[in-house]
C-alpha cells in the first residue's frame, strides 16, 4: 500500500493544486478568490495527502472556524476532494479528522458543512464520522440541487477541559504521515 502524506496548507504555490482538485471533482464553481478567502484566513484548517514519492496533491480540504452569531465557535467544511482513483483508501476521513482535531484545539464548538443530499457516499462518509443531518436546503446549489446541512458537535478533549485557553494546544505546520487505510472515501464531498 503506498504510504499518503498529510500536511498543511503552506502558501500560494499549493493553490493551482487545491484548484484542480476541487474544480475536477466537485459540482460546485469558485472563483479564485472564494478560494483565499479560506486559505488565507484559515491556514492551519486546510490540508493536502500527497502519496509519498510524489509532489502532486491527490485530496485536500479547505475549512475555516469563527464566531457563529456571538454565540458558538464553529468550524466549517467548505471543500473535501479526493481524486478517483485514490477513493476508498481513508484519505477523505483522515483529511476531515486532521481539520476537526485543528478546530478542536481552537475551541470549536461545532462543525458544519454541507453536501448534495443524494450524494449517498458523501453522507456515509461525514455520518460514520458522527455528523448528523440538520437540515435540507432546498434548490442550494447553482445546478439547482438540494442539499444536506450536517452538523458534528465537538466536545473538549479530557486534555483541554481544565486548561486556561492561552495554555491550549495550538497547532503546527508539521508534515504528518500515515499508511492509507481502507475507507467508505468513494467521491469527492463537499
Known amino acids: 500500500m503506498t504510504e499518503i502524506l498529510y500536511r498543511q496548507y503552506v502558501g500560494e504555490s499549493d493553490l493551482p493544486h487545491i484548484m484542480a482538485l476541487v474544480q475536477s471533482e466537485l459540482s460546485e464553481p469558485y472563483v479564485i478568490y472564494t478560494y483565499r478567502y479560506f486559505l488565507h484566513q ?110 458534528l458537535a465537538v466536545p473538549p478533549s479530557e486534555l483541554d477541559r481544565d486548561l486556561p485557553h492561552f495554555m491550549k494546544l495550538s497547532p503546527t505546520n508539521a508534515i504528518f504521515s500515515y499508511p492509507a487505510a481502507s475507507d467508505d472515501d468513494e467521491v469527492s464531498y463537499r
Request: aromatic share 10%; hydrophobic share 40%; proline share 4%.
Open 42 to 151: 484559515w491556514p492551519q484548517l486546510s490540508f493536502l495527502a500527497i502519496p509519498a514519492g510524489s509532489s502532486e496533491p491527490i485530496g485536500v480540504i479547505v475549512c475555516k472556524q469563527s464566531m457563529h452569531k456571538h454565540a458558538s465557535n464553529r468550524g466549517y467544511i467548505a471543500m473535501l476532494s479526493v481524486s478517483k482513483s485514490w477513493r476508498k483508501r481513508g484519505v477523505a476521513s483522515t483529511l476531515v479528522r486532521r481539520s476537526v482535531e485543528v478546530m478542536r484545539r481552537h475551541g470549536v464548538d461545532e462543525v458544519v458543512l454541507e453536501t448534495e443530499y443524494d450524494n449517498a457516499p458523501a453522507l456515509s462518509l461525514y455520518e460514520s464520522l458522527g455528523f448528523i443531518r440538520e437540515k435540507r436546503l432546498y434548490r442550494f446549489y447553482l445546478n439547482g440541487k438540494d442539499a444536506f446541512r450536517l452538523v
